[in-house]
């Protein structure tokens, strides 16, 4: 077998970047191009603003209402990277209803990738909505601008939701550069540390986790904390007992 055939039948398993071909003592043209690229993807990610516009009108042509609009105390995206404190901080929550008694609240935040908005959440929230309402209540849709998880406390809080899910733009890396994460604290509050949370990465059909099957984990976890009273590292996901059949690159925590 020749190396090319060996590095061949490796590559289909994984988005890594392994067996490169060189040129002489560097690597060859067309990776170092294709590596340049995919940085420039992971910046831009990080450094865009999401576009709203574009994201509530995906939302309200799926039939899921239109969203309130929410930002953090953040001016901008480079203030963003340098202030993660302001990023968990909202500027005003008084257009918001407050004390709904619903169930669930779900906050779409930029986070550290916009585009990923754009590209899977109002696909990801129409799997929620249709895999969480016939059982549970939800509150009106939020939308949070320059945002970091812990503002969806904040959000969750003055909606009065026993649940909160926070959809975010994950960390960009060098092979995908607009991956979801959805961050789960029940009984959401100011203060809640990242232990009181659960967590479902690598949201990003059809390399990562799918729409649905995310939904059905979520559903797992909502029920759990539910009849736990609590979420984060006592909570499990039992998804995976329910749905044996269910299979994907799933990260919890």
Same mark, same amino acid.
């Given at each position: 077998?020749?190396?090319?055939?060996?590095?061949?039948?490796?590559?289909?398993?994984?988005?890594?970047?392994?067996?490169?071909?060189?040129?002489?003592? !560097?690597?060859?043209?067309?990776?170092?191009?294709?590596?340049?690229?995919?940085?420039?993807?992971?910046?831009?990610?990080?450094?865009? *603003? /999401?576009?709203?516009?574009?994201?509530?009108?995906?939302?309200?042509?799926?039939?899921?209402? !239109?969203?309130?609009?929410?930002?953090?105390?953040?001016?901008?995206?480079?203030?963003?990277?340098?202030?993660? %404190?302001?990023?968990?901080? *909202?500027?005003?929550?008084?257009?918001?209803?407050?004390? @709904?008694?619903?169930?669930?609240?779900?906050?779409?935040?930029?986070?550290?990738?916009?585009?990923?908005?754009?590209?899977?959440?109002?696909?990801?929230?129409?799997?929620? /909505?249709?895999?969480?309402?016939?059982?549970?209540?939800?509150?009106?849709?939020?939308?949070?601008?320059?945002?970091?998880?812990?503002?969806?406390?904040?959000?969750?809080?003055?909606?009065?939701?026993?649940?909160?899910?926070?959809?975010?733009?994950?960390?960009?890396?060098?092979?995908? *550069?607009?991956?979801?994460?959805?961050?789960?604290?029940?009984?959401?509050?100011?203060?809640?540390? %990242?232990?009181?949370?659960?967590?479902?990465?690598?949201?990003?059909?059809?390399?990562?986790? %799918?729409?649905?099957?995310?939904?059905?984990?979520?559903?797992?976890?909502?029920?759990?904390?539910?009849?736990?009273?609590?979420?984060?590292?006592?909570?499990?996901? @039992?998804?995976?007992?329910?749905?044996?059949?269910?299979?994907? *690159? /799933?990260?919890?925590?």
């Amino acid at each position: 077998m020749s190396d090319d055939d060996f590095w061949a039948a490796l590559r289909r398993t994984t988005q890594s970047r392994i067996g490169l071909g060189r040129a002489g003592d !560097t690597m060859a043209l067309g990776d170092v191009l294709a590596f340049r690229a995919a940085h420039a993807q992971a910046r831009d990610a990080v450094h865009v *603003p /999401v576009d709203v516009d574009a994201l509530v009108a995906d939302l309200e042509s799926r039939g899921l209402g !239109t969203p309130l609009l929410v930002a953090s105390q953040v001016a901008d995206r480079g203030e963003y990277l340098r202030r993660p %404190d302001l990023g968990r901080q *909202p500027r005003d929550l008084d257009h918001l209803p407050r004390d @709904t008694g619903a169930d669930l609240g779900i906050v779409l935040a930029d986070g550290l990738s916009g585009q990923a908005l754009t590209d899977h959440a109002p696909a990801l929230v129409a799997a929620l /909505v249709e895999r969480l309402t016939p059982r549970y209540s939800l509150a009106p849709l939020v939308v949070a601008t320059n945002a970091r998880v812990a503002l969806g406390d904040h959000v969750g809080a003055h909606l009065g939701v026993e649940t909160v899910l926070v959809l975010v733009g994950e960390r960009p890396g060098l092979s995908v *550069p607009s991956s979801l994460g959805i961050y789960l604290t029940h009984h959401p509050r100011p203060g809640r540390r %990242d232990s009181e949370r659960n967590c479902i990465s690598n949201v990003h059909p059809p390399d990562g986790l %799918d729409h649905a099957h995310a939904a059905r984990i979520v559903d797992a976890l909502v029920a759990g904390a539910r009849d736990l009273g609590e979420s984060g590292v006592r909570l499990k996901d @039992t998804s995976r007992s329910l749905d044996a059949a269910a299979d994907g *690159p /799933v990260t919890l925590s």
